[in-house]
């Protein structure tokens, strides 16, 4: 290509496609705060029954605690 055909595709380009809009009109974080409050994420079963188990397994081998602390 040449730099002449550059030129139109980057003017094409800049036609097709408006400026984006960079700056917010308002703080979204007070709008977050309120649809968390609005619909709190229930906790599945199956995290319960893992922590569960977990704490099963911690109780019944206490060892495994070292080996945990030693991954993290």
Do not use: C
Not at 17 to 46: K, S
Not at 61 to 67: D, E, H, N, T, Y
């Amino acid at each position: 290509m040449t730099e002449n055909d550059d030129r139109k595709l980057l003017d094409a380009l800049k036609q097709s496609f408006p400026p984006a809009n960079t700056e917010l009109g308002t703080d979204l974080w007070p709008q977050v705060l309120r649809r968390l409050e609005d619909h709190p994420a229930p906790v599945p079963w199956y995290d319960w029954a893992l922590a569960g188990l977990s704490a099963a397994t911690l109780l019944a081998f206490p060892r495994l605690i070292l080996v945990l602390a030693y991954h993290l």
